[in-house]
């Protein structure tokens, strides 16, 4: 038993004789809903292009023919609408919240379709912000869902970690940037995955290198990339290595992204079949 032990092994990563596996503390999909995988995209903080990714994989998941979801739970800062060009309200029914769904078919749920003003702030506190999150799940209605990907909060705190331990999450992803590549952080997201026991599918280098689009060069504007090293110090799959693409970023800021081409963020998506399917 750890010195300090306080019996609570979920806030506690030491893995002593008395360690219990953690409880389930996921919460019930709504009675009408239907999900098949759900898949968190997670980052050490914010502005490495968590939503980015997020939005990228559900868009090529969906061309694979899959029905795609994605539940921003980013509740303080969610750009997932605004990746899609939404601007409608979400409705209610009598068996739940309903989803608002894409042009191409991808369902969505964030505070942003609820919220009157889209610029309001949400200055709530952590529990209120879970129990968004815990509600998303519980209460909207997802539909046959094949895959659903989560826009996690950003970090490793209080919220991200009641949200990862009231979704069912069958794996995740975790994005970074190579300025924010610190093995520290990459740590403290696969130690948080590991204590949950969710497996993690894999890192995706966001903004990794600029390719040249005169002469295709691949330029390391921020140094060598550190990806390789860290994955295999925790032992974890690399996913994809994106470039900084001034197509895709405005694509996103213009609620275009599902008319995106992004090759590397394609193959990814296919690795990430493969291996969900395995
Ligand atoms: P996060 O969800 O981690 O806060 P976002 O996905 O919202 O980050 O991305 C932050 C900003 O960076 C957005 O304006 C986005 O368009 C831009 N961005 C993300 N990825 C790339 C990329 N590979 N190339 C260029 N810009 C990008």
């Known amino acids: 038993m750890a010195e300090e032990c306080t019996h609570d092994c979920?806030?506690?990563g030491a893995s002593c004789s008395s360690r219990t596996e953690p409880q389930d503390m996921t919460e019930k999909l709504n009675e009408y809903s239907s999900v098949k995988k759900?898949?968190?995209?997670?980052s050490g903080k914010g502005g490495v292009g968590k939503s980015t990714v997020t939005s990228l994989m559900a868009v090529m998941f969906n061309r694979m023919g899959y029905h795609t979801a994605i539940l921003d739970a980013d509740i303080t800062g969610p750009s997932i609408p605004k990746a899609f060009g939404i601007k409608e309200k979400a409705l209610g029914s009598d068996k739940g919240i309903l989803p608002i769904t894409t042009h191409s078919g991808i369902d969505i749920m964030s505070v942003n379709l609820l919220l009157e003003n889209e610029t309001d702030p949400v200055i709530w506190r952590g529990p209120v912000l879970a129990g968004t999150v815990k509600q998303f799940w519980t209460d909207v209605l997802w539909q046959d869902v094949d895959y659903m990907f989560v826009d996690m909060p950003p970090g490793t705190g209080?919220?991200?970690?009641?949200i990862f331990q009231s979704l069912p999450l069958d794996g995740i992803i975790i994005v970074t940037?190579?300025?924010?590549?610190v093995s520290m952080i990459v740590g403290k997201a696969v130690k948080m995955a590991q204590m949950m026991n969710i497996p993690i599918l894999g890192i995706v280098e966001n903004m990794s290198y600029f390719k040249c689009p005169d002469c295709g060069k691949e330029h390391y504007l921020f140094g060598k990339s550190k990806l390789e090293d860290i994955a295999k110090e925790y032992g974890i799959?690399?996913?994809a290595r994106l470039p900084i693409d001034p197509e895709s970023a405005r694509a996103c800021d213009t609620g275009k992204i599902e008319s995106v081409?992004?090759?590397p963020a394609e193959e990814a998506a296919s690795t990430l079949e493969t291996q969900l399917k395995s």
Do not use: A, F, R
Not at 158 to 162: I, K, S
Not at 177 to 181: A, G, V, Y
């Open 177 to 181: 940037s190579p300025q924010e590549l």
């Open 237 to 239: 799959n690399i996913l």
């Open 38 to 42: 759900v898949i968190g995209v997670v």
């Open 261 to 263: 081409i992004n090759k």
């Open 158 to 162: 209080d919220v991200p970690l009641t």
């Open 10 to 12: 979920s806030s506690c």
